[in-house]
């Protein structure tokens, strides 16, 4: 060790040679050797080139003398002096001498020593007491010899009880096996070892003591008991398993780290704490609330006596250390297991009562009384009464005595018309309470059907203006009205068979009409209804889109039918409408099987682009640069090549100042069309479908053909089939025009300087294996709103198989390519070839046609959104239409962040 | 090599990080043993005689993979804070910390003269950085994915690298290229076969997928084990005949390569097993898993 290094603590023996030679290195080390070191490893030295404290703010002081506790004599020795005269004492030092007063204080408070007092039995106290007692009647001159020979603070029975692992308050035979009380044994067995050993130390000054205390030992059974109680932790409930204080709290001035110390711990403070820095294990691993144990603890030098003597944990021995790997484990014990037919949900007393009334046969059905507003009043009151339960019936008779047109209820005129209708109502109720749980749903939905024909028969003509024209007492007719509310959507359910639009599936249709009852349920919609109890969560989803969409055509069509508008026309809608219902509906239900089908024959699907690596990399991994000599593309060009000939993952940037006004519109155009409503959600599956064969075509050679060929046929063909073409489009076209005929300059003038060979038919960059090749054929059916003709595509395979599924991965691919297919949409002008251009055009029309239906389909669309993750992407694909790569990203991030935050390590 | 050789016999358990440990690799020997996981910490180990060697801590968030050269003079890791570190194997020292990721980073790995590091991102991007120049700026940035990097792997001429975007992209330095290879779902973690001509996929639908490189074929699809919402390796035997991958479940799955049938499974760990690693000429394995140990395994 360099001589430098040692501190120096009391007067050094100074020799003349070591005076010069550390002065000589003062001199040497501030002639700028140690200005080489960084600051905080530089050491202040005084003129003698001795180590200076440095520090605090004045520009460095020296502690004592020269960071010495010492004076400048040093320590002083203690003068021993004796004479005849005054002999020396002999002076009895403890460790009380050395200590600050508050470290005595602290001493007091928390050191480890043998008192009298610790008596746990009570057996000192009683002793005393009988010594006490002795002691009166002393008869024994002089001193007692009870009192000169001081009792053992426990018997050696009981010390030798405690070594084999008794403890106070059990009972000698009480063998427990609970581990945790082995440990605590063990650490008390300890405890008492390492007690006694200190008796020896403390015991000298301790003796005056314990004279002290036999004297003045009246006192003390008095808090003896409650001592021992102190001092015999029963059941520590919640063992403390860490290094802290007792009541020490981590987080006290820093409470935004509040449950959230862990594994994130030793994070810079300016690493902000973001949600992803959750644990996402968990739940999967109960990560210990500890502080990290620092590996240099246990290399301490374990004299520390500081450490030891003001140890503060109570439950933690002098010299021990709380285990990092606990025996201790609390048992654990699972939840109660629900029973599979439990139903959470309270049953009222009321309609208890109106249930067990239901076992009742039937009563006959009764043509209803000839007054019509009667009738519709009987009816009310029958569906209340069935909703709300015998109640509610009682209260109305009691209320309506004098009215007489409520007769009925009192067993008077149209009695037996109300009891079949509160019948029904009652059976009514009960199949709705039913119906969520699927184990039953055959025989739900015999009852339903039936049901629905009653209902039909009962509420189809029912308007309102009738109900409010009747004689009734007003708060009848608000409480009817308000059953009507109610009852609302149940008009759907008695639409005729036909109109079905899963007829063809029963469960579905099942769920549907259950859909369409809870749909206006209270004015809200309710939470857990939806979907078999099987089904996934995209699915679900799924089927209440396909729902939302019935639903809503259902409801058209019955206003059309209201109306007298063209029924046909509504309903021409509503069967095609079930068909693709149905065809998107019942692939669904079915196996995963055609999904991993389609799987296999869409992915994987191979691309190949071109890349540069740079030059750096290619040396570092030892190979011939294959673009060495080639210049590097201007990286202002760069964005263009990618962009229209690469086709590799770049947005296509407006690439003119006078496009972005058109750019512009489209994206305003873009999110009014993702606020579209679910009617265009299946036609929009299709469009999706389109486009990722449209990812499949090869780009640059459609580019090419564009450059070279005549468009003006495509554009014939173009306005021959979309009969809506919007003006935009038409911009669009131009644009796209223009794009290309830069797009050929750039390519023409680039060719040649690279030397890049585009061959005519072969695609350069990219080909695709196992391109699915789809036959499209279109179908055509009749949009009654706008009506537009409305085109579907489904491809072939969509019809062998039901159209595919529009499962949530998928759509997450789809996701991850929208800004492909936009540049597909503006290169559908530029292809020639019929299939291709027919498919892009379909894909640019049907976005045309978004944009005119979508202020209607607002509303509901808003309504549905959390429902649907799909138009949650379609949401995004317009609005990233226009946007820039960076925000794209963002975005992007920002949805799957979720996912992957878990799916990360 | 039959299913008996299988190495499904625990042989050591290593245990001293504290938390979940992400990853276990072996050495280009074999002999030694490298782990991170959440406890920012880089562990040594020797697997075979279960001793802890060394501890390399400098991280300040949970170091996600390490990698070692073939010389097993340094390494390099990356994690959390956004980083990738390089290290010196002896001294334990961090020699440079290539900053750049503008998030947190997946994985890394060097190419076979160590002269290379790739790192991938979160960010979307693969980052190659330069280990022999003293620049700690990235040699290139590859941000053609769209979604964040999870695994990446090296060949002579090759930086190959699955993304979430569901895509296995193969970067051909040698000829100037880019071959994608769609899976359709996000992609876990690749692994190349011994013979160079396969890559081993783990996808988030559960399914291992084993393409060839030349092609993009798939060839096989390994199922059975869970995979939803972790990172989880998978790796080919060192004779390439059976494909191992870990379970969330805790369990350890050997499928044929061929066939695709389940040949053994076995429960390794107490939960998910996020990381798997096979010897390079011996039947032995490695596992680490959330519940903090890592296991060595043999026949």
Redesign the interface.
């Known amino acids: 060790m360099d001589e430098r290094d040692l501190v120096f603590y009391g007067t050094p023996i100074e020799r003349e040679e070591e005076l010069s030679s550390r002065k000589k290195k003062a001199v040497a080390e501030a002639s700028g050797q140690l200005r080489t070191l960084p600051t905080w490893k530089q050491e202040v030295r005084d003129e003698e080139g001795r180590r200076r404290f440095h520090g605090a703010f004045t520009g460095g002081y020296s502690a004592g003398y020269y960071n010495t506790v010492g004076s400048k004599e040093g320590w002083a020795p203690q003068t021993f002096t004796s004479s005849r005269k005054n002999r020396a004492e002999l002076k009895q030092q403890s460790i009380l001498n050395f200590l600050d007063d508050d470290e005595k204080a602290d001493l007091e408070g928390q050191s480890l020593a043998t008192s009298t007092q610790f008596d746990t039995f009570g057996f000192t106290a009683s002793e005393v007491a009988r010594k006490q007692a002795d002691k009166e009647p002393s008869a024994i001159p002089g001193p007692v010899p009870d009192e000169l020979v001081l009792p053992a603070a426990e018997s050696i029975g009981a010390k030798l009880l405690l070594k084999m692992g008794w403890r106070h308050g059990r009972s000698i035979k009480d063998s427990s096996t609970d581990s945790l009380y082995d440990a605590r044994r063990e650490a008390r067995k300890a405890f008492i070892a390492f007690s006694s050993s200190d008796d020896t130390k403390s015991n000298i000054d301790g003796d005056a003591n314990h004279v002290n205390d036999h004297s003045n030992s009246l006192e003390r059974p008095v808090n003896d008991d409650n001592l021992s109680s102190q001092y015999t932790p029963l059941n520590a409930l919640q063992p403390k398993q860490d290094l802290h204080g007792l009541g020490y709290d981590p987080y006290k001035h820093a409470p935004e780290f509040r449950g959230k110390a862990?594994?994130?711990f030793?994070?810079?403070a300016l690493?902000e704490y973001d949600i992803?820095d959750e644990?996402?294990?968990t739940t999967?691993?109960d990560?210990?609330d500890t502080v990290?144990q620092e590996?240099e603890d246990s290399s301490k030098p374990i004299t520390d006596h500081k450490h030891r003597l003001t140890w503060k944990e109570p439950g933690i021995l002098p010299g021990f250390k709380v285990a990092s790997i606990s025996d201790y484990q609390v048992e654990k014990f699972n939840a109660p297991e629900v029973p599979k037919d439990f139903v959470p949900r309270h049953k009222f007393a009321g309609p208890l009562k109106v249930e067990d009334k239901t076992a009742v046969p039937p009563p006959p059905d009764v043509p209803p009384p000839e007054d019509s507003n009667m009738k519709v009043l009987i009816e009310g009151v029958a569906t209340l009464v069935g909703r709300c339960g015998k109640l509610f019936e009682d209260l109305s008779r009691e209320k309506n005595q004098s009215n007489p047109s409520f007769g009925f209820l009192m067993g008077g005129n149209g009695h037996e018309y109300y009891e079949r209708k509160l019948w029904e109502a009652q059976q009514k109720y009960k199949d709705q309470k039913k119906l969520p749980l699927p184990s039953d749903g055959k025989s739900s939905q015999k009852t339903e059907k039936m049901n629905a024909e009653n209902r039909g028969k009962i509420l189809g003509e029912r308007p309102l203006e009738r109900s409010s024209s009747s004689l009734v007492s007003p708060d009848v007719n608000l409480q009817s009205n308000l059953s009507d509310t109610f009852m609302k959507p149940l008009q759907f359910s008695e639409l005729p068979e036909v109109s079905k639009p899963f007829k063809d599936n029963s469960a579905k249709q099942e769920r549907f009409q259950q859909f369409l009852k809870e749909k206006y349920k209270g004015g809200l919609r309710s939470g857990e209804s939806g979907g078999a109890s099987n089904m996934s969560e995209a699915v679900r989803a799924q089927e209440r889109l396909d729902f939302e969409l019935a639903a809503e055509a259902l409801e058209k069509a019955n206003r059309g039918q209201q109306s007298n508008l063209s029924a046909q026309q509504s309903m021409d809608f509503l069967t095609s409408a079930g068909m693709q219902f149905t065809s998107a509906g019942v692939e669904q239900s079915k196996d995963t099987l055609d999904k991993d089908f389609e799987?296999?024959k869409?992915?994987?699907?191979?691309?190949?682009?071109?890349?540069?690596?740079?030059p750096?990399?290619?040396k570092?991994?030892?190979?011939?640069d294959?673009?060495m000599g080639k210049l590097p593309p201007p990286p202002r060009m760069r964005g263009k090549i990618d962009s229209l000939v690469f086709k590799?993952?770049f947005i296509p940037v407006p690439r003119i100042g006078d496009k972005t006004g058109q750019n512009q519109n489209r994206s305003s155009g873009g999110l009014q069309s993702s606020a579209q409503g679910v009617r265009d959600g299946s036609a929009d599956e299709e469009e999706d479908e389109v486009v990722v064969d449209v990812e499949n075509v090869e780009r640059p050679v459609d580019l090419y053909k564009a450059i070279f060929s005549d468009d003006s046929d495509e554009e014939a063909e173009t306005s021959k089939v979309s009969k809506v073409e919007d003006p935009e489009k038409k911009v669009e076209v131009a644009n796209a025009t223009l794009n290309r005929l830069m797009a050929g300059d750039f390519l023409e003038s680039l060719g040649k300087e690279l030397g890049l060979e585009v061959p005519p038919d072969l695609p350069p960059?990219s080909h695709t294996?196992q391109n699915p090749s789809a036959l499209e054929k279109e179908t055509t059916g009749l949009n009654p709103r706008d009506g537009s003709s409305v085109k579907m595509k489904i491809t072939e395979e969509d019809r062998k198989q039901g159209s595919p599924p529009p499962s949530e991965?998928?759509m997450?691919?789809r996701h991850?390519?929208r800004q492909r297919r936009y540049d597909s949409i503006s290169d559908s002008y530029s292809s020639s070839s019929g299939d291709d251009s027919d498919r892009d055009r379909y894909s640019s029309k049907s976005k045309g046609r978004r944009k005119k239906g979508s202020s209607s389909r607002d509303k509901k669309s808003s309504s549905s959104r959390k429902h649907s993750r799909r138009r949650h992407h379609r949401e995004d694909v317009s609005r990233e239409y226009s946007s820039s790569r960076s925000s794209r990203?963002d975005k992007?991030?920002g949805e799957?962040k979720r996912?992957?935050r878990?799916?990360?390590? | 090599m039959s299913a008996s050789d299988l190495p499904t016999k625990e042989a050591n358990v290593l245990k001293g990080h504290e938390g979940a440990v992400l990853a276990a690799r072996f050495n280009a020997d074999g002999n030694y043993c490298l782990s991170c996981g959440k406890d920012r910490t880089i562990r040594l180990w020797n697997p075979h005689r279960g001793i802890h060697i060394k501890t390399y801590k400098s991280h300040g968030r949970e170091v996600r993979d390490v990698h070692v050269t073939p010389d097993n003079s340094k390494l390099v890791s990356c994690g959390g804070d956004r980083q990738v570190f390089y290290w010196d194997v002896s001294t334990g020292r961090v020699i440079r910390k290539f900053r750049g990721h503008e998030s947190e980073v997946n994985a890394v790995k060097f190419n076979e003269y160590a002269s290379v590091a790739v790192s991938a991102g979160y960010d979307q991007s693969l980052r190659s950085w330069d280990c022999r120049s003293h620049s700690t700026e990235p040699i290139q940035i590859i941000d053609t994915f769209s979604d964040s990097v999870m695994s990446v792997c090296l060949t002579k001429t090759e930086i190959i690298a699955g993304s979430v975007d569901g895509t296995v992209r193969t970067f051909d330095i040698r000829v100037g290229r880019e071959i994608s290879d769609n899976l359709g779902q996000p992609v876990n973690c690749i692994s190349l076969s011994n013979d160079g001509n396969c890559i081993l996929a783990s996808c988030l639908d559960s399914t291992l997928r084993l393409l060839d490189r030349t092609t993009g074929e798939l060839l096989q699809e390994y199922k059975g084990h869970t995979c939803r919402s972790f990172k989880m390796d998978c790796c080919l035997t060192n004779t390439d005949a059976h494909v191992t991958g870990g379970s969330e479940d805790g369990y350890v799955y050997f499928w044929d390569l061929v066939d695709a049938t389940v040949v053994s499974r076995f429960r390794a760990h107490a939960s998910v097993v996020t990381s798997v690693s096979y010897h390079p000429k011996d039947s032995c394995m490695v596992t680490a898993s959330v519940d903090g140990t890592i296991r060595v395994w043999k026949t």
């Open positions: 862990g594994p994130g030793g994070i810079g690493e992803e644990d996402v294990y999967a691993y990560f210990e990290v590996v799987m296999k869409m992915y994987p699907k191979r691309e190949e682009n071109q890349w540069r690596p740079s750096v990399l290619c570092r991994f030892d190979l011939v294959p673009y590799a993952e960059y294996n991965d998928r997450d691919r991850s390519k990203r992007d991030r799957s996912e992957k878990k799916r990360r390590d």
